[in-house]
């Protein structure tokens, strides 16, 4: 019988009436236990499920009533582009698909909850369990990414608190690797999850507060909201032992803010759906030593990396995926992450970018990082936050950046304010937008393709 399964049958069994999720009212461990036995029933044998639903109880629940049957699961992430989601569907060999969306899915054996209240009956695990992730961003049929091996490690990793039940915050979706992880390692730990279907800023803080959240991650565009929101100086912060931030570059300045408001529980953590536990950084390691306020941290145990000759990070070991669907297991090999990075001498890895977002400018054609260029915008005290990328011309290509302001601020004082952060003009953008707020994808992260689309529509 798979260890997982084991571990999370017996953490509902243990959890009595305690609440196990906070969401539109309050779910016990053992209601829990109770609809995932009738989810499970209602389900009936089936070959591969893809779960398409919203953060809610029930999204966990299917799953896992799914696992139990030995289906593999395909988990549909929500900011996947509406072509990716059938082809996804479709290159995983989908039987069944479970949503609350069943318009989306015209055809075949589409079922909503209300299809999967059946009488419960024996529970008969399998030895594993199978899941499937979409790699994200992409167009066309997507890349699916299998998993089983570090769902056994979650189930070693994750154990209840010898000082009590502790309540965990989940904003990310519960469809996406890091939302996932976060929800089963909190059930896992016997703790409480205060569920949120979307971000918003303000929720978060009110959330924290009312329901004394210890544990909760955030990516840094969220945790930029959260941090200048006009509510949070006046909102008690004082619960939160465990802030972790991850799945985009953070701009150091605002690490440092938040360790400052949140104190010295903030940590960041760097990982791909393909390997999803690859470098970390504590408080501890950042306290009194601002240099690292840039990097992601050292490689976790278990893993290694490498960068190669072209700068890209490589990583192998043990957290990571079974290999692509279709493709040969990766067993010990190499990834190639597709990000730029370097170490420092003590072994903090540094990211810089995303190959694919390095941008190729001027007549030598100096290869710029984007990310590094943001960090430098958001250096300047009237930036609130800002997004560069490549915009093709008739002469090559060119710096864009898209800002958001806090206080009065010019094009040209930005472009000189790149200029003398670099010293070069290859790192200043040709042009500057002003926007609101940077559009950002379900997960969290900075829609730059949705912005490149903006300033380039006729």
């Not at 539109?24 to 499920?49: F, I, N």
């Not at 930029?224 to 032992?241: E, I, M, Q, Y």
């Not at 800002?386 to 010019?410: P, W, Y």
């Amino acid at each position: 019988m798979s260890f997982f399964l084991t571990k999370v049958l017996a953490a509902l069994d243990d959890g009595g009436d305690r609440p196990l999720f906070h969401s539109d009212g309050v779910t016990t461990y053992h209601q829990a236990r109770d609809r995932l036995r009738r989810l499970h029933a209602g389900l009936g044998d089936t070959g591969t499920v893809a779960v398409d639903l919203r953060n809610r109880p029930e999204t966990l629940l299917v799953q896992l009533a799914a696992l139990l049957r030995g289906a593999t699961v395909l988990l549909v992430p929500a900011s996947a582009p509406e072509q990716d989601r059938p082809a996804a569907v479709k290159a995983a060999g989908v039987t069944t698909v479970v949503t609350d969306r069943p318009r989306d899915w015209p055809g075949g054996d589409v079922r909503t909850l209300d299809d999967l209240d059946g009488e419960p009956e024996p529970l008969n695990p399998p030895e594993t369990v199978s899941l499937l992730f979409p790699t994200g961003g992409t167009t066309g049929t997507p890349k699916l990414i299998r998993h089983s091996g570090i769902y056994d490690g979650m189930a070693y990793i994750f154990e209840p608190n010898p000082d009590g039940p502790g309540r965990t915050l989940l904003v990310a979706p519960m469809t996406h690797m890091t939302g996932n992880a976060t929800v089963l390692g909190a059930l896992l730990r016997h703790d409480t999850v205060v569920l949120q279907d979307g971000f918003d800023a303000g929720a978060v803080l009110r959330a924290i507060e009312e329901h004394r959240i210890d544990t909760l991650s955030l990516t840094p565009p969220r945790l930029a909201a959260v941090l200048d929101h006009p509510a949070r100086k006046r909102t008690d912060l004082g619960s939160v032992r465990s802030l972790s931030l991850g799945a985009a570059p953070l701009a150091p300045y605002r690490l440092a803010q938040a360790l400052d408001v949140f104190g010295p529980v903030v940590g960041q953590g760097y990982g791909l759906t393909e390997a999803p536990m690859i470098a970390s950084i504590s408080a501890a390691e950042l306290i009194g030593h601002p240099e690292r306020l840039g990097s992601v941290g050292r490689i976790v145990p278990g893993m290694e990396a490498r960068i190669t000759e072209d700068g890209e990070v490589e990583v192998r070991g043990l957290s990571m995926m079974d290999g692509y669907l279709g493709g040969p297991e990766i067993g010990a090999g190499w990834l190639r992450t597709g990000d730029l990075g370097r170490f420092d001498d003590e072994g903090y890895l540094y990211l810089l970018d995303r190959a694919d977002d390095v941008v190729v400018v001027g007549e030598h054609g100096t290869k710029v990082p984007t990310t590094v260029v943001e960090h430098a915008l958001e250096t300047h005290p009237a930036v609130r936050s800002a997004a560069v990328f490549g915009i093709a011309t008739e002469d090559g290509q060119t710096l864009h950046a898209v800002v958001v302001t806090r206080s009065e601020v010019t094009e040209d004082d930005l472009k000189a304010h790149a200029r003398a952060a670099f010293g070069q003009d290859h790192y200043v953008p040709a042009n500057v937008d002003f926007a609101d707020a940077l559009p950002l994808t379900d997960v969290g992260k900075v829609d730059k393709r949705a912005l490149a689309q903006l300033v380039t529509a006729p």
